[in-house]
């Protein structure tokens, strides 16, 4: 290779990484909040991920979603998606000390409140232990359901396509359980309904 091509190379390469990087330092912009930007975001932070532990599967768009079964705030065991057969569902992945998760919130709690019986059903999972979710609904309360993982390199946001961790996190799920969409990054306000509509 030569040199000119080489610097070249570096110099896109580098141009990426600034870009991916003023998006995660700078906040959502209008590339990160269109399909193609999270398409995008979602392959840079992919590959740059820690190698996944075996037998842990991992969704992919098209595909059906992994069964999470994991504890709500009561310590019942919930799996999903099958809690909610013939629902299509938004999984918020978030935690009470990440900033814009808490920030988002009163949206998902708004959007949530506006589904009826048929419409998208709101989960939250927090990336948490118990006590800290509970003092947190004190000050911001919400209806949705929540559930509870333990932050690692196989939690609910790893397997439902998020390898590197980036907090909050969605996911559209259809109704026969197969992932449409992801989310890095929180939602604006107003931003879900159009979102959600696949």
Not at 18 to 44: D, K, T
Not at 102 to 120: K, S, T, W, Y
């Amino acid at each position: 290779m030569h040199g000119s091509t080489r610097v070249v190379l570096v110099a896109v390469a580098a141009g990426v990484l600034g870009a991916v990087a003023s998006i995660l330092v700078g906040g959502s912009g209008p590339l990160l909040r269109s399909e193609v930007g999270q398409r995008v975001l979602n392959r840079v932070l992919t590959a740059s991920a820690p190698p996944i532990p075996a037998g842990i599967t991992v969704a992919s768009r098209g595909t059906p979603i992994p069964t999470l079964s994991l504890p709500d705030l009561q310590g019942h065991e919930v799996s999903v998606p099958q809690a909610w057969p013939g629902r299509r569902l938004l999984v918020n992945v978030w935690a009470s000390w990440c900033g814009p998760c808490i920030e988002e919130m009163p949206e998902l709690q708004r959007f949530a409140m506006q589904q009826d019986d048929n419409g998208v059903q709101v989960v939250g999972i927090a990336l948490d232990d118990a006590a800290a979710v509970h003092a947190f609904l004190q000050r911001v309360p919400v209806s949705y359901p929540l559930l509870l993982d333990t932050p690692g390199p196989a939690d609910a946001g790893v397997r439902l396509g998020n390898p590197k961790g980036v907090l909050p996190y969605s996911v559209l799920v259809a109704a026969d359980g197969r992932l449409l969409k992801q989310r890095i990054g929180p939602f604006e306000p107003g931003e879900i309904e159009a979102w959600a509509q696949h």
